[in-house]
């Protein structure tokens, strides 16, 4: 598997103190990308492991598993490496290690992934479909497939939304999709704009003024709650 980066988090990429593997590739191109360096296929800073090799290293890691803590696949996009992902989420799920992704939601093997996941994260960046388009240059029609599926099927999700000013600063039209769906094992969170990976962007940058306020949030939350929509904050 092509690797870009990894390191211990805790909670904010999953329950608990989780290893984080970044693997290289994503198919969206989201203008406010904080992982720039993981957007191509390939990159000279990657790393070629295999999934034997990593699942030795994820075994030699299980002591640092607590507070219901495991492992997180994130990017990049992960599902990109469907096989090999779903190869390694087999071996863990069969030695009782915690299994995590965080997906931009779009994968057509989302679901078939999914199964071998025991908390599931995904985005989703835009209501509009020419919206999505233009910000993340892919199409929304997969993602809403996909959460809507997953949800129907009411499995646990915590869906992702990070909130941008002059892109997509619109609860209500966010909360109307969701309150469509079978939401009854999901929550809601959103990430306020940051501009951390800026500097990856080597003067390229492609947002200007997202920042938004607290209040901003407040009113994200309060809007989803009035829609019956759980809420978190991690
Ligand atoms: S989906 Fe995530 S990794 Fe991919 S371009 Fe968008 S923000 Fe970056």
Redesign the pocket.
Known sequence: MKILNKGFNYSQDGPGNRLVYHLQG?????K?????D??PKNNPKANDVSVAELFDEICRSRMMFFDGGGVTF????ATLQADELIELLKLLNANNISTCIET?G?SPRLTEIAQYVDYLIV?M?HFDDDEHKKW???PLENVKHNIAALLDSGRQMHVRI?VINGVNVNPTAFAEFFAKQNTANAVFEFLAYHEYGKDKWQGKYQIENGFVSDETIKEFISVFESFGLRTVST
Request: charged letters at 10%; glycine letters at 12%; hydrophobic letters at 25%.
């Open positions: 994503c198919n969206f191109a989201c406010w990308c904080s992982n720039a993981s957007i994130t990017g990049g996009e931009n779009s985005d960046k993340t240059g892919a990070p």
